[in-house]
T-cell receptor, first 116, second 115 residues
Framework: AQKITQTQPGMFVQEKEAVTLDCTYDTSDQSYGLFWYKQPSSGEMIFLIYQGSYDEQNATEGRYSLNFQKARKSANLVISASQLGDSAMYFCAMREGLSGYSTLTFGKGTMLLVSP | DAGVIQSPRHEVTEMGQEVTLRCKPISGHNSLFWYRQTMMRGLELLIYFNNNVPIDDSGMPEDRFSAKMPNASFSTLKIQPSEPRDSAVYFC?????????????FGSGTQLSVL
């Protein structure tokens, strides 16, 4: 079974609108972390936001917020007021366990296109 | 800080040739990761090191792939002999293990094309 599932291969949104990118995860660990990365066409991987499994509040970083629903095992990324520069691939990732020996497992990604 | 530095940015080689990818992690980071990205399989973890010691190499596709980390500031990923199906973007990433929410910092990647 996939540990990270991103069901939307592609999403379209108009500039200034909000968009939600879906991510569900599968783990039996109680302690884990969820990350979102952005990959623009230039190829680099840019960290956006982090949510810990014990965090009671949803994480926010500027226009990015993470809609964390633990019981449903979902960690959707919400981008408010989309900008043309938000057009990119977005990856959800999970780190199981909190030791220094845990790794990140990535989903297949969602391509977001922002139109004027 | 210069970030994670990978070289070369692009590598084009012929099937059967040896390929060596290089990575310099962020100073002070003691975990280093090699990932491979393809359209079909997405981002796959190949191997990771902690304090220069390989911890998990279960993602290395086969014996043609090898990775070393001789010191805290340098790592190599070698493919010998290379095959067309090895064509992909190879990312190196590093992290400090001090905090549980510590993110991975990625290099710019090496685009490998094996003809």
């Amino acid at each position: 079974a996939q540990k990270i599932t991103q069901t939307q291969p592609g999403m379209f949104v108009q500039e200034k609108e909000a968009v939600t990118l879906d991510c569900t995860y599968d783990t039996s660990d109680q302690s884990y972390g969820l990350f979102w990365y952005k990959q623009p066409s230039s190829g680099e991987m840019i960290f956006l936001i982090y949510q810990g499994s014990y965090d009671e509040q949803n994480a926010t970083e500027g226009r990015y917020s993470l809609n964390f629903q633990k019981a449903r095992k979902s960690a959707n990324l919400v981008i408010s007021a989309s900008q043309l520069g938000d057009s990119a691939m977005y990856f959800c990732a999970m780190r199981e366990g909190l030791s220094g020996y845990s790794t990140l497992t990535f989903g297949k990604g969602t391509m977001l296109l922002v139109s004027p | 800080d210069a970030g994670v530095i990978q070289s070369p940015r692009h590598e084009v080689t012929e099937m059967g040739q040896e390929v060596t990818l290089r990575c310099k992690p962020i100073s002070g980071h003691n975990s280093l990761f090699w990932y491979r990205q393809t359209m079909m399989r997405g981002l796959e973890l190949l191997i990771y090191f902690n304090n220069n010691v390989p911890i998990d190499d279960s993602g290395m596709p086969e014996d043609r792939f090898s990775a070393k980390m001789p010191n805290a500031s340098f790592s190599t990923l070698k493919i010998q002999p290379s095959e067309p199906r090895d064509s992909a973007v190879y990312f190196c990433a590093s992290r400090s293990t001090d905090r549980s929410n510590e993110k991975l910092f990625f290099g710019s990647g090496t685009q490998l094309s094996v003809l």
